[in-house]
């Protein structure tokens, strides 16, 4: 191989390093939060019903981010109007498909208790990513509402552990407001 060849590729693997040092890594690292700093960190908690999922891209066009609106059915924390619009990163706009791991998804008749933090004049955001969504359903034996924590908040995704039981609502709200209690 020639010398002016072999300059060539070293200027050229040179120049590939050099691009590929100055990237800006996109990636997300979200430290667990304890059940006492969701609640402190976040604004409002709202137990409600999704009833509708709007998609878009980012102002920047870079992403795409979904708004999400919620039937308030019961206020746990703060005082909020009869329907709540927040949003969560990733979503489907056309034929292109944004995932983001550890992001909230949600479609119409969900039904979650959600924590919520502001963000100045924005649209709120879910607190901890997929922390602050407690996904709700039916049963027990009166047929009420149980909560089920995400595995991200018992620290555990195995199955069958005591910690991911569902609970029942009040007793999830009483949770809730004794955390407030104790933080006045």
Do not use: C
């Not at 691009?19 to 700093?37: D, Y």
């Not at 979904?66 to 308030?72: C, H, P």
């Not at 552990?161 to 104790?182: I, Q, T, Y």
């Amino acid at each position: 191989m020639s010398y002016t060849r072999r300059m060539r590729r070293s200027v050229l693997a040179a120049a590939v390093v050099i691009a590929l040092l100055n990237l800006r890594a996109g990636a997300v690292t979200l430290a667990p939060l304890s059940f006492e700093q969701l609640v402190t960190r976040s604004s409002a908690v709202v137990f409600g019903r999704v009833v509708d999922v709007r998609t878009d891209w980012t102002p920047d066009r870079r992403g795409v981010e979904s708004a999400v609106t919620v039937d308030v059915i019961g206020a746990i924390k703060g005082t909020l109007p009869a329907t709540v619009t927040f949003t969560v990163p990733g979503g489907q706009v056309g034929r292109y498909v944004n995932l983001i791991p550890g992001a909230p998804a949600f479609a119409r008749g969900d039904v979650a208790v959600v924590f919520l933090s502001s963000r100045g004049a924005r649209l709120p955001v879910t607190t901890g990513f997929t922390q602050g969504i407690f996904r709700a359903q039916r049963g027990g034996a009166d047929g009420g509402w149980l909560v089920l924590p995400p595995a991200a908040a018992t620290g555990s995704g195995a199955r069958g552990d005591r910690a991911r039981r569902p609970v029942p609502l009040a007793a999830f709200e009483a949770s809730v407001r004794a955390v407030m209690d104790g933080v006045r």
